[in-house]
């Protein structure tokens, strides 16, 4: 069942861009990196994190919203190039997802992560220093930026890997979109 709502979710996707093509409306550019739908219904990982406040917790997981995980960091400059696009799906879907953007940067960059990300004040700051999130994720991620998106039930749905994402694109609302048609 769950892989048929995967194939649904792709070709409603698609579906999207057809649309949008046949419309005669421009299309905008959206540079998507590899999406895997591999690993469909994995559960997220507890994994706590480093928060604003300098303390450990889980990242938050309001029930009943889809969540967005954004894994980067400020020497990888695919993720810095996203982020501004990532602040903005957030505010554009403000209330019906989570979104969290967890830097990898060391403890010793944090000031530098912090000060980054602080350009973009709608985003929450997490951090995770030794990379442990990065490897409680089935499978472990090895390249960044990677988001995963999962469902109001903290299952995974896909999985972006390395690249640049437009994620205030028509590609990833229709993505958006039909997670929170199920909710």
């Given at each position: 069942?769950?892989?048929?709502?995967?194939?649904t979710?792709?070709?409603?996707?698609?579906?999207?861009?057809?649309?949008?093509?046949?419309?005669?409306?421009?299309?905008?550019k959206?540079?998507?990196?590899?999406?895997?739908t591999?690993?469909?219904?994995?559960?997220?990982?507890?994994?706590?994190?480093?928060?604003?406040?300098?303390?450990?917790?889980?990242?938050?997981?309001?029930?009943?919203?889809?969540?967005?995980?954004?894994?980067w960091?400020?020497?990888?400059?695919?993720?810095?190039?996203?982020?501004?696009?990532?602040?903005?799906?957030?505010k554009n879907?403000?209330?019906?997802?989570?979104?969290?953007?967890?830097?990898?940067?060391?403890?010793?960059?944090?000031?530098q992560a912090?000060?980054?990300?602080?350009?973009?004040?709608?985003?929450?700051?997490?951090?995770?220093p030794?990379?442990?999130?990065?490897?409680?994720?089935?499978p472990?991620?090895?390249?960044?930026?990677?988001?995963?998106?999962?469902?109001?039930?903290?299952?995974?749905?896909?999985?972006?890997?390395?690249g640049?994402?437009?994620?205030?694109?028509?590609t990833?609302?229709?993505?958006?979109?039909?997670?929170?048609?199920?909710?």
């Open positions: 069942m769950r892989r048929r709502s995967v194939a979710l792709v070709s409603t996707l698609l579906a999207s861009v057809a649309y949008t093509l046949a419309s005669g409306a421009e299309p905008q959206v540079p998507l990196p590899s999406i895997s591999e690993f469909a219904g994995t559960q997220e990982p507890n994994t706590k994190l480093l928060n604003s406040r300098d303390k450990w917790e889980p990242l938050p997981r309001p029930a009943g919203k889809p969540m967005i995980v954004n894994i960091a400020t020497w990888c400059g695919g993720c810095v190039k996203e982020m501004p696009t990532l602040a903005a799906l957030e879907y403000k209330g019906r997802i989570t979104l969290a953007a967890v830097s990898i940067d060391e403890m010793s960059d944090r000031g912090r000060t980054f990300l602080s350009k973009f004040p709608n985003l929450v700051f997490y951090q995770d030794k990379g442990q999130l990065s490897r409680d994720i089935t472990a991620v090895k390249a960044y930026p990677t988001t995963v998106i999962y469902d109001k039930n903290g299952h995974e749905v896909a999985r972006l890997l390395g640049t994402t437009d994620w205030n694109s028509l990833v609302h229709a993505i958006i979109d039909k997670l929170l048609a199920k909710t």
